[in-house]
């Protein structure tokens, strides 16, 4: 090999090196389509926002779910990533995943109440959906069932305005969503045993804490994820 390949080669291979870097350091999949993340972000920002609209600030999240947010996220080298627990007031015990660093919990669910466990059960959920991506994969499916001409904040809003009197429009995206339940269920027990919390807690605050969801078929039914995470629990070593 002369020394001029050689050199192309050692070039070829740095770059790989710095693409991995880039993409190991961005650390969220990429999205499938050509949906562009920030306005992916936007569309989250405006679901926070809309949920926050009475109190006209968002409300700051209480010292003990902060602990326990920060607890999972020590526990799993998640720190240094840009997780941030965030609040809303929207009535009753509720969670978001706002793409791409927000955890989002009602302040119903950061109730005195609410155990540690529940907290870290709900969290790692939610976490697990940031980790795994899901934001952007359910975008391509409503860029897919709804595009626009104006682009993405355009098309999920006309998406959420159809869905809500069309349920046949809406199901290939219900059933990625109830997909995605199922693998964030997954991936939360791994997130919580790492932190030393119970598997079996995120079934005990699905069964005590779930309520249906005001979007029909987005998530499975209850016993259904139950039953999943039974099989998950037992699974764990
Ligand atoms: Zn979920």
Same mark, same amino acid.
């Given at each position: 090999?002369? @020394?001029?390949? &050689?050199?192309?080669?050692?070039?070829?291979?740095?770059?790989?090196?710095?693409? @991995?870097?880039?993409?190991?350091?961005?650390?969220?999949?990429?999205?499938?389509?050509? *949906?562009?993340?920030?306005?992916?972000?936007?569309?989250?920002?405006?679901?926070?926002?809309?949920?926050?609209?009475?109190?006209?600030?968002?409300?700051?999240? *209480?010292?003990? +779910?902060?602990? *326990?947010?920060?607890?999972?996220?020590?526990?799993?080298?998640?720190?240094?990533?840009?997780?941030? #627990?965030?609040?809303?007031?929207?009535?009753?015990?509720? %969670?978001?995943?706002?793409?791409?660093? &927000? $955890?989002?919990?009602?302040? $119903? !669910?950061? =109730?005195?109440? $609410?155990? =540690?466990?529940?907290?870290?059960?709900? #969290?790692?959920?939610?976490?697990?959906?940031?980790?795994? &991506?899901? !934001?952007? =994969?359910?975008?391509?499916?409503?860029?897919?069932?709804?595009?626009?001409?104006?682009?993405?904040?355009?098309?999920?809003?006309?998406?959420?305005?159809?869905?809500? =009197?069309?349920?046949?429009? +809406?199901?290939?995206? %219900?059933?990625?969503?109830?997909?995605?339940?199922?693998?964030?269920?997954?991936?939360?027990?791994?997130?919580?045993?790492?932190?030393?919390?119970?598997?079996?807690?995120?079934?005990?605050?699905?069964?005590?804490?779930? *309520?249906?969801?005001?979007?029909?078929?987005?998530?499975?039914?209850?016993?259904?994820?139950?039953?999943?995470?039974?099989?998950?629990? @037992? +699974? $764990?070593?």
């Amino acid at each position: 090999m002369s @020394a001029g390949a &050689g050199l192309r080669i050692a070039e070829r291979v740095v770059r790989c090196a710095a693409f @991995a870097w880039l993409a190991f350091a961005a650390g969220a999949p990429a999205a499938s389509c050509d *949906v562009a993340p920030g306005e992916v972000a936007a569309v989250h920002e405006r679901h926070m926002r809309a949920l926050n609209a009475a109190l006209g600030e968002e409300p700051r999240p *209480v010292a003990r +779910a902060q602990r *326990v947010f920060e607890r999972l996220l020590a526990a799993n080298g998640l720190e240094g990533r840009g997780y941030a #627990l965030r609040a809303y007031a929207m009535r009753g015990f509720n %969670a978001s995943a706002i793409y791409p660093r &927000g $955890v989002a919990l009602s302040l $119903v !669910a950061m =109730d005195d109440d $609410v155990s =540690d466990e529940e907290l870290a059960a709900v #969290l790692a959920h939610e976490l697990a959906h940031l980790e795994l &991506g899901h !934001a952007l =994969d359910q975008a391509c499916e409503q860029w897919r069932l709804a595009r626009s001409p104006l682009g993405f904040l355009d098309a999920a809003r006309e998406f959420e305005r159809e869905a809500v =009197d069309n349920p046949s429009f +809406a199901a290939p995206f %219900a059933r990625l969503s109830r997909a995605h339940e199922l693998q964030a269920d997954a991936f939360a027990l791994r997130l919580l045993q790492a932190a030393g919390y119970a598997p079996l807690s995120l079934s005990q605050m699905l069964a005590a804490r779930a *309520v249906a969801n005001p979007l029909a078929g987005t998530h499975p039914e209850l016993a259904e994820r139950l039953a999943a995470l039974a099989i998950a629990v @037992a +699974a $764990v070593p």
